[in-house]
C-alpha cells in the first residue's frame, strides 16, 4: 500500500515523538561529528526516549521509516555510532574505544535474540483457541510475564541503550568508571532475552495447542450451541458482528459466536455469549461443532470456508445491512443454505441479479437492530442538523459508491458557511480511505474544516462518550490471562445492558454538546442510530445507511456519482426513489433548504411505502421473525432438534422449514 506522503509529514509536524526520534538523531549526528559532548547526549537522549512513544503514538511514521529502511535497529546503529563519534574528540584510550565499540555490537545482537525471544513468548502466550466466557478449569496457565518485558519492550531497550549512549558521551578522561556501564547494558539485554526464552518454554509444556482445544472442547459438549455467528475479518470491519450480539443474545437457542482474527476479540463487544477466537484452519478443523446446527454470517469472507466445510451445519448469510449495492446480492451467497434479507426489496435483488440464489432460499427477516430504536433527547435549541454519512470507496471500481470526492467537500463547505443556520454532523465508514487517495483527501479536509468551523464559531469542547466496557478485562493485556479471568466473571457485561448503558451515555453525550456545534461522528462516538435521531434530513451514498434511516421516516439525500441520467440511476438504485437525488453538478444549496425546511417534503407517503419494502411489516418484530427463521433452519438441519415441528409453523413472511 502506498504511503500518503501528506499525511506521514502532517503526522510529523504534530507529532512530538516524531520530531524528537528524528531530530533528534540529526542534531546528535551533526554534534557527534563536532565534538558537542552535551548537545550530542541531549538530542540522542530525546532521540532514545521518543521511541516507546512513536510507536504507540505514530504508527504512520513508524511506517514510513521501515519503509525507508530506516527501521528501529537502523535507528539504533545511527544513535551508537553518533554517541561513539564523540570519542573521537575526547582523551579516550583504545581500551574504552574498544569496550564501547564492542558492547554497541553486542547490544544490537542482543536485542535482536531479544525480540525474536519475546516474540516467541508472546507467541506461546497465545492460545490456540483464544476465549471469552469459556471456563478454563484444569489448564495449567503459568503467571503471565511482566508487562516491561513484553508490552513494554520498546522501554526496555530505550533504557539500555542509554546505558552506552551517557558514558560514551561523558567518559571525560581515559580510564573513567562511567565506560563500564556499557557492559552492563550488554548484559542486562541478554538476560531479559534469556528470561523470554524460558517463559517460553515453561508455556510450550503447559500451555501446548492440544491442551486448550481439550479445555474448550469441553465447555462445547457441556453448552451446547445450536447457533454460530462465524465473523472472519478484522478489528475495523468487527462492527459488523457487534450490531448482531443484542439480537443473538435473545434467542431462546444457546449460541456461540467463532472469531478468526485475535485482533477483532478485543474490538467485540460486550456479551455474555461464549466466544472462541480460533485463527488456525487446523484447530477449527479439531474442535468437535457436532451441536452447532446454525451457522450465520455477516460477511463473505474467504475464510468462511473454513466453517462452511464443517457436515451437518447449515449456514445462512445475514449480512451487515441491505443496500442496492453489488455486494448485497454477490454471487458468493449461493453457497448459503439460505441467504436472509430485511424485506421484500433484498429477495428482489436476488431474483433480478440471477447469481444462482433460489428464491425458496432467501428469507426476510427485517432488521432486528431497528426494533427498538434510539431515541435521545433533542436540546430545546435544536439547530436543522444534516446527517452526512458517506459509504466508502469500494474493493474497486465497479463498487465505488462513495461520494466524498465528488459531493463530500462542496457539502461540507455549504453546511460549514458561518450563518448557514445548520449543523453537520459527519459519519464516515470505517473503511474510508482504505483504498483511493482522493477519498482519503477528502475526509482529511472535511475533517479539518469542521474543527475550524468549530474554532470560528467559538464553540465549546465536544463531550467525551465513555461507552460500557468491561473494564476487569479491558486492562489485561496478557491474552491467557485475559481468557481465564473471563471465564471466571459470575455475570460479564451483556450486549443487552452494554446497548442500554450507552443508550444513556448517549443522551448525556447530546445533551452536553454545545448546539449548533459541527462533529465528526466516529465509530468511537455515538452509534449510527443515535445519529439517526439527531438528523433532520441524512445525506448518504448507495448503502444500508439510506436503508436503515427510511425506519426513521424523514428525508433524505442520495448522491449519484455515477455519472448516469437520475432516471436512470433509480432504476438501478430503486432505493433512492423515496428521496432526493443529488448529482455532482447540482446546487447543494436545495440540500440546506431541505435541512432548514424551507421546501416542501413532498415524499413523505412514498417512504412509508419503501420502508415496508426495504424493512418489512412492522409486525411481528423482527426479533420474532429472526427466532422464527433460526428454528426453522434448525429444524431443517437437525429433525431430531425439533421432533413434530411442521413448516407450516414458520410460514411468517418467507420465513419457512426446507
Not at 222 to 228: C, G, I, M
Not at 278 to 286: D, I, N, Q, R
Not at 470 to 498: C, K, M, Y
Request: charged share 20%; aromatic share 6%; glycine share 8%.
Amino acid at each position: 500500500m502506498a504511503l500518503p506522503i501528506k499525511q506521514v509529514g502532517r503526522e510529523i509536524v504534530r507529532g512530538v515523538p516524531a520530531q524528537a526520534v528524528i531530530g533528534g538523531i540529526v542534531v546528535g549526528a551533526v554534534a557527534g561529528a563536532l565534538g558537542a559532548r552535551w548537545v550530542c547526549l541531549v538530542a540522542l537522549t530525546a532521540s532514545v526516549i521518543g521511541e516507546p512513544f512513536l510507536h504507540r503514538r505514530q504508527h504512520l511514521v513508524v511506517r514510513a521509516l521501515r519503509t525507508l529502511s530506516l527501521g528501529l535497529t537502523v535507528r539504533i546503529v545511527f544513535r551508537l555510532l553518533c554517541a561513539t563519534a564523540v570519542l573521537a574528540h575526547r582523551p579516550a584510550s583504545s581500551r574504552d574505544v574498544f569496550l564501547l565499540v564492542l558492547s554497541s555490537a553486542l547490544l544490537v545482537l542482543g536485542r535482536a535474540l531479544y525480540v525474536f525471544t519475546s516474540g516467541r513468548l508472546t507467541a506461546r502466550r497465545n492460545p490456540a483457541v483464544e476465549t471469552r466466557n469459556v471456563p478454563l478449569d484444569g489448564l495449567d496457565v503459568p503467571k503471565p510475564p511482566p508487562a516491561w518485558l513484553t508490552r513494554w519492550s520498546g522501554s526496555v531497550v530505550s533504557a539500555v541503550e542509554l546505558l552506552i549512549i551517557v558514558p560514551a558521551c561523558l567518559s571525560s578522561r581515559p580510564g573513567s568508571p562511567v565506560v563500564w556501564l556499557a557492559p552492563v547494558a550488554v548484559l542486562a539485554m541478554f538476560a531479559a532475552a534469556i528470561w523470554c526464552e524460558l517463559g517460553a518454554r515453561r508455556a510450550e509444556r503447559t500451555l501446548g495447542p492440544a491442551d486448550v482445544v481439550a479445555v474448550v472442547q469441553r465447555h462445547l459438549d457441556e453448552s451446547r450451541p445450536a447457533v454460530a455467528l462465524y465473523f472472519g475479518d478484522g478489528p475495523r470491519a468487527v462492527y459488523q458482528a457487534n450490531m448482531w450480539l443484542p439480537a443473538l443474545e435473545r434467542l431462546s437457542q444457546p449460541s456461540v459466536v467463532v472469531l478468526r482474527n485475535r485482533a477483532s476479540l478485543g474490538a467485540l463487544g460486550p456479551t455474555r455469549l461464549p466466544v472462541l477466537c480460533v485463527p488456525s484452519a487446523e484447530h477449527l478443523m479439531a474442535l468437535d461443532l457436532s451441536t452447532v446446527a446454525v451457522s450465520l454470517y455477516v460477511a463473505n469472507i474467504g475464510n468462511n470456508i473454513h466453517m462452511l466445510r464443517v457436515p451437518g451445519i447449515r449456514s445462512a448469510f445475514i449480512g451487515h445491512g441491505d443496500s442496492d449495492k453489488k455486494a448485497s446480492f454477490n454471487p458468493y451467497s449461493r453457497v448459503y443454505s439460505q441467504v436472509w434479507v430485511a424485506g421484500p426489496a433484498g429477495r428482489q435483488r436476488y431474483r433480478e441479479a440471477a447469481v444462482g440464489v433460489h428464491d425458496g432460499d432467501v428469507v426476510e427477516i427485517g432488521r432486528p437492530q431497528l426494533d427498538e430504536p434510539a431515541t435521545p433527547a433533542r436540546a430545546d435549541d435544536h439547530v436543522p442538523t444534516v446527517l452526512y454519512a458517506p459509504t466508502w470507496e469500494g474493493w474497486d471500481d465497479e463498487q465505488a459508491y462513495s461520494s466524498l470526492a465528488t459531493h463530500g467537500v462542496a457539502l461540507a463547505a455549504s453546511a460549514l458557511r458561518e450563518g448557514s443556520g445548520v449543523r453537520l454532523l459527519y459519519r464516515p465508514h470505517p473503511f474510508t480511505g482504505r483504498r483511493d487517495p482522493a477519498v482519503a483527501a477528502a475526509h482529511a479536509q472535511i475533517v479539518e474544516m469542521i474543527e475550524e468551523a468549530n474554532r470560528r464559531d467559538g464553540g465549546s469542547a465536544e463531550p467525551v462518550l465513555e461507552p460500557a466496557t468491561d473494564n476487569a478485562l479491558t486492562e489485561i493485556h496478557d491474552r491467557f490471562e485475559r481468557a481465564v479471568r473471563s471465564g471466571q466473571l459470575d455475570a460479564p457485561l451483556s450486549a443487552l445492558e452494554a446497548e442500554a448503558q450507552l443508550r444513556a451515555v448517549e443522551d448525556q453525550y447530546w445533551r452536553a454538546m454545545a448546539p449548533g456545534r459541527h462533529a465528526v461522528m466516529t465509530q468511537q462516538g455515538p452509534s449510527l442510530l443515535s445519529c439517526f435521531a439527531q438528523a433532520d434530513v441524512l445525506v448518504t451514498d448507495v448503502s444500508s445507511v439510506l436503508s436503515d434511516f427510511v425506519s426513521t421516516g424523514r428525508p433524505y439525500v442520495v448522491c449519484n456519482n455515477s455519472g448516469a441520467a437520475e432516471d436512470d440511476f433509480l432504476a438501478e438504485v430503486p432505493s433512492a426513489r423515496a428521496g432526493h437525488v443529488l448529482g455532482p453538478d447540482q446546487d447543494v444549496e436545495d440540500v440546506l433548504r431541505l435541512v432548514r425546511g424551507e421546501s416542501p417534503d413532498l415524499l413523505a407517503d412514498e417512504r412509508r411505502a419503501l420502508r415496508r419494502e426495504l424493512l418489512g411489516p412492522d409486525s411481528p418484530s423482527s426479533q420474532y421473525r429472526l427466532e422464527r427463521a433460526v428454528e426453522a433452519l434448525i429444524a431443517s438441519a437437525r429433525p431430531e432438534v425439533r421432533e413434530g415441528v411442521q413448516a407450516s409453523e414458520f410460514h411468517i413472511e418467507g420465513v419457512t422449514a426446507r
